[in-house]
């Protein structure tokens, strides 16, 4: 597959993953803007005189509005070295929506919806910070940051059908790295019986 075509479906997933997250919201009965919504294509922007900053997808709330950014994962990679599962974003990214959070006042959430097996994380910016990793190495289109998932509170949506009829289908990832790889037990590891 070409990287374009690649890019193209990795966009589609991303855009039917924030219809994921807002149907979601709604239903938990907060109102949503969905200001990844542009027509001219791009990304939305916090613009200042001398900078502009990439807005997360939606801004939602009852009394008080959050930002919340969503990314959508296929599968949850789990990182040996640190023996822990964790989903990554652009460092770019991330340092962009921790400057609108920081220019707005406004609490802002990742929420990650990962579909094989399905489960929807969804973390403070200032919680899921906390053990963050960064990695910019050979083979990598960006530098990237880290989460571990246990900094995210999770909901179970696979019961929700109005949500699940939106998902949409994965995108098995280019390759896994070795410290990406689940160690199969081996007979010592097994409990006694």
Do not use: C
């Not at 939305?44 to 990439?54: A, D, G, Q, V």
Request: charged share 25%.
């Amino acid at each position: 597959m070409n990287a374009h075509l690649r890019a193209s479906d990795e966009y589609k997933m991303g855009r039917q993953g924030e219809l994921v997250i807002r149907k979601w919201l709604t239903n938990q009965g907060y109102w949503v803007v969905p200001t990844g919504d542009i027509e001219n294509g791009g990304a939305p922007l916090l613009i200042k005189k001398i900078k502009s900053t990439i807005l997360p997808d939606i801004l939602a709330g009852r009394q008080k509005p959050f930002w919340v950014e969503v990314k959508t994962k296929t599968r949850l990679p789990h990182y040996q070295r640190y023996k822990r599962d964790q989903h990554g974003i652009g460092r770019r990214l991330w340092e962009a929506y921790l400057e609108v959070q920081k220019e707005t006042g406004l609490i802002g959430f990742l929420a990650i919806l990962q579909l094989q097996p399905l489960k929807f994380y969804l973390g403070k910016f200032d919680e899921i910070s906390v053990g963050l990793q960064t990695y910019d190495g050979p083979n990598m289109d960006e530098p990237m940051v880290y989460f571990d998932v246990r900094r995210f509170g999770w909901y179970n949506i696979s019961q929700q059908w109005e949500i699940t009829e939106l998902l949409p289908d994965p995108i098995q990832p280019k390759i896994i790295r070795p410290w990406e790889q689940r160690k199969p037990l081996t007979d010592r590891q097994l409990p006694l019986i």
